[in-house]
């Protein structure tokens, strides 16, 4: 998602880093994302650009866990074919693909308050100008803000009825753009080769120190990648079990795993923001 798939490993090491600081859930029984101290303190383009990835990333979790659309890719992967039509900035910032091949797009917001009438209807507007991708109408065009109340992580999301708007876009997207949904996890995996040659031959994990997590593959999804045979949705059914052979790993629907290590559970301190730890 972020960068539309070309971020190196540490700018995805870095964005991890900093939207951990930006939420917490507070006590064993907190069922509630929070926002920290911290990221209350932070100056106004910090927050911005904090904003920014949780809009990215919450549309991205909502678009799998509700609407089994796991394959997520930022616009701008096909801005070489839509360069005539990308001037301005009224388009949606994801387009994606459901298992039956259905297309949706997504404008995403990322809001420190609650967004008002005329901010949801620029961002249904910003979602709705992708009228077609491979000549087919998209299911779905969603605005979706991830915003707080209370300090409360908050998600809106709302599909509007269809409407002819000036300049639409519309794209062909071949199955090898698929890759580029994996080159942030693969840039990662490439930067510790013996356990990406353990992946190619059978579930393994690779551990990202810097991180605290450990990430992985499905062997499956690795070598197709590798092979530019076809690549998911096409080989890879998001609804199978989550917990391939005997392994016990736990692969989410788009194939990749990622365990978060001990200090994931520890509660964020503000001295650590400021070197003082």
Request: charged share 25%; hydrophobic share 35%.
């Amino acid at each position: 998602v972020f960068r539309h798939g070309l971020a190196s490993q540490y700018e995805a090491i870095f964005r991890w880093s900093m939207m951990r600081m930006a939420l917490e859930q507070a006590g064993p029984a907190g069922r509630r994302l929070r926002r920290t101290t911290a990221a209350a303190t932070l100056d106004p383009s910090e927050k911005g650009s904090i904003n920014y990835y949780l809009g990215l990333a919450v549309t991205k979790l909502f678009a799998e866990m509700t609407l089994g659309t796991p394959w997520l890719l930022h616009l701008d992967v096909f801005r070489p074919q839509l360069n005539p039509v990308l001037r301005g900035r009224s388009r949606p910032d994801l387009v994606g693909q459901l298992p039956n091949g259905d297309w949706v797009a997504f404008e995403c917001k990322g809001r420190l308050t609650p967004p008002d009438l005329r901010s949801k209807q620029r961002a249904k507007q910003q979602a709705q100008r992708l009228i077609s991708v491979n000549g087919q109408r998209p299911r779905l065009a969603v605005g979706a803000f991830a915003y707080f109340r209370n300090d409360v992580l908050r998600f809106y999301w709302e599909d509007p009825e269809p409407k002819v708007l000036p300049n639409p876009i519309s794209f062909e997207c071949t199955p090898s753009a698929w890759k580029y949904y994996y080159d942030p996890v693969l840039a990662l995996l490439r930067s510790r080769p013996d356990a990406l040659n353990s992946m190619r031959k059978s579930e393994h994990l690779a551990e990202i120190e810097e991180a605290d997590v450990k990430i992985g593959i499905h062997p499956e999804i690795l070598r197709a990648l590798e092979s530019d045979s076809s690549m998911p949705p096409k080989i890879w059914n998001p609804s199978r079990p989550s917990h391939e052979g005997e392994s016990g790993i736990h692969y989410h629907s788009d194939g990749i795993a990622v365990v978060a290590g001990p200090t994931w559970s520890e509660r964020f301190k503000d001295g650590e923001q400021n070197g003082d730890t």
